[in-house]
Structure formats: structure tokens, C-alpha cells
């Protein structure tokens, strides 16, 4: 089991670069077919400043954290992660182009299945290269104990 005394711990902060040729292959993957998220005329034509990043995204961008450590501190074994959910709480569009600051913090750590499975909720409060918050992310990890 999880010790919920990490509730609250802060992790590392990091920051990314929205990469367009990253936001093309997204919107492809997921079967986006507007083409405000393919190509940049058509997103300019729509009132963008450039391609807007499609719905999700940030979380894949959230892989990028290069720290990992804090999993080791909590005894989470990467074999036995499972992708609980996600929620998004959108501020204002970003672009590619856009550097984004991830500011991440463990908010919640509860058991089911009599320990069985830990779960361990994060939130990522994603600011712009402006400091204007963007977004706010809730991750759901879910750990198989023992």
C-alpha cells in the first residue's frame, strides 16, 4: 500500500514546448479530422494563432516530466501502474509553439480491494510561457500491491 502521508508532496515542476509536428500526429491518432488541428492556415482562417492544442494533449505532454523519482519514493512499481482516469479543467486555449509550465502535486492517495490497489491522484496545474494558467489536469494512477 500507498502511505497517504505523500498527500500533498510536490513533485518536480517542468516545462515543454508544444510542437506542432507533435499536435499533428496527436490529432491523426485520435482520429481528429478539423482542420484547425492539421493545418496552420486553417487555423489562423478560424481565428487561431497557430494550431490550438486538441483536447488531451497536455496529458500526453505530461509524459514528458523527466524526474520519475518521486514513484520510487512511494514505492510505486512501474509494472504494476494502471491509467485510472483523467479530467481536464480548461482555462484558455494554447498553441503550438507554446512552452508550458507543469506544476504537479500529489492530492490524494486512498486503497480498495482491501489494499489491494493503491490510488494516487495528482493534479497538474499547467500555466503558458506568460505564466496564464492553461489548464488543470487530475491524473488517477491505480498501483497493484503485493
Known amino acids: 500500500m500507498i502511505d497517504p502521508k505523500h498527500i500533498g508532496k510536490?513533485?518536480?515542476?517542468?516545462?515543454?514546448?508544444?510542437?506542432?509536428?507533435?499536435?499533428?500526429?496527436?490529432a491523426k491518432s485520435i482520429g481528429e479530422t478539423d482542420p484547425v488541428y492539421l493545418d496552420e492556415q486553417a487555423a489562423r482562417d478560424a481565428g487561431h494563432p497557430g494550431l490550438p492544442l486538441p483536447p488531451t494533449f497536455l496529458f500526453s505532454l505530461a509524459f514528458q516530466m523527466p524526474n520519475q523519482a518521486w514513484r520510487d519514493e512511494l514505492g510505486i512499481v512501474p509494472s504494476r501502474i494502471l491509467h485510472g482516469e483523467e479530467s481536464f479543467t480548461y482555462q484558455r486555449m494554447a498553441y503550438a509553439g507554446d512552452t508550458?509550465?507543469?506544476?504537479?502535486?500529489?492530492?490524494?492517495i486512498y486503497d480498495k480491494k482491501g489494499g489491494a490497489l493503491s490510488f494516487v491522484v495528482r493534479e497538474s496545474k499547467v500555466?503558458?510561457?506568460?505564466g496564464e494558467p492553461v489548464a488543470t489536469l487530475r491524473t488517477t494512477l491505480v498501483h497493484r500491491n503485493g
Open 10 to 26: 510536490q513533485l518536480p515542476s517542468f516545462s515543454v514546448v508544444a510542437e506542432a509536428g507533435q499536435l499533428r500526429f496527436f
Open 100 to 108: 508550458l509550465h507543469y506544476d504537479v502535486r500529489i492530492t490524494d
Open 127 to 130: 500555466s503558458n510561457q506568460h
